[in-house]
């Protein structure tokens, strides 16, 4: 019986094998629950940085800044930071590096790569840092005496990204009080946070050289536009001085020689007048032609006749000196100027535009002038802006007219509307017609650089661009519009004071 005792003994020795291979076989079935656990984690976090909001709206920083989040929380990692070397590759630049036990988000720390030469030959040449102990690793120990031990990291686990074929950067996660061996799964999603890091920086990059290429285009559209303006004032200005010029000899001939002309006159009529008292009885010949000249009426009208010609030698008087108030050069700083001697020599410009003709009764213009101060500014561009306006509210009335009866037209005429105030701030005018107006639609489109709504060859689409220009950019003022189709239009101007 004696030999049968070591059977008990090898029957529990076998319990206790199967015992524990059964406490082994749990404790790895729980740690593969774990891993897959852990997998499915990961796999979770990648999916929602690729459909981030952030980066689906390009917003750069907020798309990192969700980065560094999630990788903190599933790799369960005080800090995670994202590292871009400059373009010369002797620095590089913190994008974002986050603290989770503090939730804050840090950003512009610079670190020289010279001062870390075995940290980035090892990011340039290997595909991951792996940093059980980061103190004594030879790729991380550079920073044990500035960087690890006063934060107390214990290890790190690195990974570069590619930009352009090359390592661009760096993202980098640290283990904070206790030494943390790093998993395949670990390893493996670090990778995949630095390429989809690669992805938000190549995307960033795009939409920077996108809007750099935007604000060429613009530039290039604003320097059009003001060579556009200056050469178009430019050739008004020297027309319009030619003009002037040319039409002031005559007019200071004929102001010059109207009075004088007056005094003939009248000394002539006061001899014919002792003529007559000394020779009361003139013969037939003289009687005859006293009769066919109607000498009395000669008389009577001669002097309407001569203040008619002052009148009209005063219009084109003042007409001149509209044309030069209009086309005044501007220098180089603003000038106080007034406003409605802007607006009126613009009005005394178009005014062939605003008689009535066989279509249509004149254009009714109402004027609601305010008191206003002198206001510092480009009269030149202003009076450009005014007639730009003007001219386009005349198109605009001529356009509504169009299959109106002209008794339609006298019920109900065209008019213009100019109004103007002063506030402490800003002098407003306020250009309105009755015409055609605009639907919203074209309201968002009429200050962009070459739209018009007029048929070829009537309209180049530089007017209202060039008006916003003058008011934005060289008057730090602004311009509006408000309109509805078949009511009108009205445009506000503001220049500051």
């Known amino acids: 019986m004696s030999a049968l005792f070591p059977q008990p003994q090898s029957t529990q020795a076998y319990i206790e094998f199967l015992e524990k291979s059964i ?38 920083q907020g798309a990192l800044e969700e980065l560094t989040e999630v990788t903190a929380r599933v790799l369960q990692v005080e800090r995670v930071s994202v590292w871009l070397f400059d373009p010369d590759r002797t620095s590089i630049r913190c994008l974002d590096l986050f603290e989770q036990s503090h939730g804050q988000h840090v950003q512009g720390i610079e670190l020289q790569v010279t001062d870390y030469p075995n940290y980035f030959a090892a990011v340039e040449s290997e595909p991951l840092i792996v940093a059980e102990d980061a103190q004594t690793n030879p790729n991380t120990c550079e920073f044990r005496e500035g960087y690890l031990i006063p934060l107390n990291i214990q290890s790190m686990l690195d990974s570069g990204f590619q930009l352009d074929g090359q390592v661009g950067g760096v993202i980098c996660c640290e283990q904070v009080g206790t030494k943390r061996e790093w998993s395949q799964a670990d390893q493996n999603f670090i990778r995949s946070a630095a390429h989809l890091i690669s992805l938000i ?26 060579v556009i303006q200056s050469e178009k004032m430019s050739a008004l200005g020297n027309l319009v001085a030619g003009i002037a010029h040319e039409i002031n000899n005559p007019v200071s001939y004929l102001s010059g020689n109207i009075q004088p002309a007056v005094d003939y006159s009248q000394s002539l009529f006061q001899l014919i007048d002792l003529y007559q008292a000394t020779y009361p009885m003139p013969g037939a010949a003289i009687l005859e032609e006293i009769d066919a000249i109607d000498l009395e009426f000669l008389r009577e009208d001669f002097p309407k006749v001569m203040r008619s010609m002052r009148e009209g030698v005063n219009r084109i008087q003042a007409i001149s000196q509209s044309l030069r108030l209009f086309s005044r050069a501007d220098q180089d700083h603003k000038q106080a100027f007034n406003v409605h001697d802007g607006l009126e020599s613009t009005l005394l410009i178009l005014e062939h535009r605003l008689k009535a003709t066989e279509s249509r009764p004149a254009i009714v213009v109402s004027k609601q002038y305010g008191d206003l101060p ?63 107006g605009m639907s919203e639609a074209v309201q968002k489109r009429i200050f962009e650089h070459l739209f018009t709504t007029k048929a070829v060859g009537k309209g180049t689409g530089f007017g209202l661009a060039i008006a916003q220009q003058i008011m934005v950019e060289q008057h730090q003022g602004c311009i509006q519009v408000n309109s509805r189709l078949g009511e009108g239009t009205s445009f506000l101007l503001e220049l500051p004071l």
């Open 23 to 60: 406490a082994q076989l749990q404790a790895d079935r729980q740690s593969w629950i774990a891993t897959e656990r852990s997998l499915q984690a990961q796999v979770q976090a990648l999916i929602q940085l690729s459909q981030s909001e952030a980066l689906n709206q390009r917003d750069f």
């Open 201 to 226: 920086v190549e995307s960033h990059r795009r939409q920077q050289q996108t809007l750099e290429l935007q604000q060429v285009l613009e530039d290039l559209k604003q320097a059009q536009l003001q």
């Open 374 to 436: 002198l206001v510092q500014c480009f009269p030149g561009q202003l009076n450009q802006v005014f007639m730009n306006l003007l001219a386009n509210a005349i198109d605009a009335l001529e356009e509504s007219n169009q299959g109106k009866a002209l008794s339609d037209l006298r019920a109900c005429p065209n008019q213009i509307t100019l109004q103007t105030w002063a506030s402490d701030e800003y002098v407003s005018i306020q250009i309105s017609d009755n015409g055609t």
